[in-house]
């Protein structure tokens, strides 16, 4: 693996796409664990157009073996070294047929255990039980994101479409940027590979035009110490 050619991608443009982290016997058996989970509980979401997972490395039984490889974490220590940890990890699966897109945003909010006063954290949002809070921009900035692609994906199923180094201009409301003068990338990822970013990065999805599946492992890793009183609601 190119270490300082990724770590320069992920510096300057914001992502980057790191080939071959699984086996297809690798992505069948992460897809095996997924199709035999108990999918009744509360984190669990399907209806005709998404089904989502969230808090999946906790509610899939052995799941976290099978993404946790060795070959996976050697990639991220050479990346980012030590200290990391997740804090938060979501299942997507967007089927064939599915015609929902994303608009462009960045990722401005982590998720915590419950809903407290803090001065530098706000606003804050309740979603499926789960409390979400934008915390000061240098944790957002030290923040990153790798998504596990278990399907070839590209812009005909909704790959993520980037705008290479937006990740370096702040939080930025996606009516100010200016797209005119901005040059959106698609972030092809082939099974068994993973897109890596960061959570500034302006990024969007489009409706999938090709028929086929797009399902991701979305995980987020932090190493930044919450302040006393508040706690990840998902760290591991």
Not at 101 to 106: E, G, I, K, P, S
């Amino acid at each position: 693996m190119d270490v300082t050619g990724h770590q320069y991608k992920i510096a300057n443009n914001g992502f980057t796409v790191v080939d071959d982290i699984y086996t297809d016997a690798g992505v069948n058996d992460i897809l095996l664990a997924i199709e035999y989970a108990d999918k009744t509980g509360p984190l669990f979401r399907q209806t005709d157009d998404l089904f989502a997972i969230r808090q999946f490395l906790k509610v899939i039984p052995g799941v976290s073996s099978l993404i946790f490889t060795d070959k996976l974490n050697t990639c991220l220590q050479q990346l980012f070294g030590d200290g990391y940890f997740v804090v938060k990890s979501i299942y997507f699966d967007k089927p064939a047929l599915s015609n929902w897109f994303v608009a462009w945003h960045q990722d401005l909010t982590i998720s915590v255990d419950e809903k407290t006063d803090m001065e530098g954290y706000g606003p804050w949002t309740v979603k499926h039980n789960q409390f979400a809070v934008q915390p000061p921009l240098n944790i957002l900035q030290d923040n990153f994101t790798i998504r596990i692609h278990l399907d070839d994906t590209d812009e005909g199923n909704g790959a993520l479409k980037v705008i290479p180094g937006s990740h370096l201009r702040g939080i930025n409301r996606p009516e100010n940027v200016d797209y005119e003068n901005s040059t959106p990338v698609s972030c092809n990822v082939q099974a068994g590979g993973m897109m890596i970013m960061k959570p500034l990065l302006m990024h969007a999805s489009g409706r999938t035009i090709n028929y086929k599946k797009r399902r991701v492992v979305h995980i987020e890793f932090s190493k930044a110490e919450l302040p006393a009183g508040m706690l990840w609601a998902e760290k591991m």
